[in-house]
T-cell receptor
Framework: GQNIDQPTEMTATEGAIVQINCTYQTSGFNGLFWYQQHAGEAPTFLSYNVLDGLEEKGRFSSFLSRSKGYSYLLLKELQMKDSASYLC???????????FGQGTTLQVKP | ETGVTQTPRHLVMGMTNKKSLKCEQHLGHNAMYWYKQSAKKPLELMFVYSLEERVENNSVPSRFSPECPNSSHLFLHLHTLQPEDSALYLCASSRGTSGTLSTDTQYFGPGTRLTVL
């Protein structure tokens, strides 16, 4: 089967660190994407993990554990502009497509 | 600027109207996608084209009809829609062919906000 879970909403304070979790059940799993989507705008690519471990890219890092079916997106030194929806998506070699989670709406407060 | 454009950005139509959504990608990609995004729900894949051939149709109602005349353009023709079809319709493109669709980064357009009255 194919299933992705992520929290619906999160709130954090400017300058802080926030971790957005994503769990997946994907047959033929072959990688996990994170996208950022600001309100009224296109989703934009943040990261792609296919191997276990942490990938760091500036203030954003993404982690994957294939054995646990788990990923997280870590945002450091939060800025107001980081307020957006964060979409987790897993790829399946069985179906040949991506399955998206419902997205986590992050609100950054001063 | 993502290299994927969509028109119109907003569309209001009655249930008996016929309209079309247009998507154009300027990235030289081989695959194009239509997604439906409803509030608080995951992105739903509707159609996938790879090298202008449809490779995926997720049991979408026939009132949605896609057209891909070449690898840069994708249309979604709409007719006899229902109010529950109101949503954001997103177009995306990716580099590869049918064997790499699940691992290629997808680049999205800004979407068309559709309201069916």
């Amino acid at each position: 089967g194919q299933n992705i879970d992520q929290p619906t909403e999160m709130t954090a304070t400017e300058g802080a660190i926030v971790q957005i979790n994503c769990t997946y059940q994907t047959s033929g799993f072959n990688g996990l994407f994170w996208y950022q989507q600001h309100a009224g705008e296109a989703p934009t690519f943040l990261s792609y993990n296919v191997l276990d471990g942490l990938e760091e890219k500036g203030r954003f890092s993404s982690f994957l554990s294939r054995s646990k079916g788990y990923s997280y997106l870590l945002l450091k030194e939060l800025q107001m502009k980081d307020s957006a929806s964060y979409l987790c998506a897993s790829g399946s070699s069985n179906t040949g497509k991506l399955i998206f989670g419902q997205g986590t709406t992050l609100q950054v407060k001063p | 600027e993502t290299g994927v454009t969509q028109t119109p950005r907003h569309l209001v139509m009655g249930m008996t109207n016929k309209k079309s959504l247009k998507c154009e990608q300027h990235l030289g990609h081989n695959a194009m996608y239509w997604y439906k995004q409803s509030a608080k729900k995951p992105l739903e894949l509707m159609f996938v084209y790879s090298l202008e051939e449809r490779v995926e149709n997720n049991s979408v109602p026939s009132r949605f009809s896609p057209e891909c005349p070449n690898s840069s353009h994708l249309f979604l023709h709409l007719h006899t829609l229902q109010p529950e079809d109101s949503a954001l319709y997103l177009c995306a493109s990716s580099r590869g062919t049918s064997g790499t669709l699940s691992t290629d980064t997808q680049y999205f357009g800004p979407g068309t906000r559709l309201t069916v009255l």
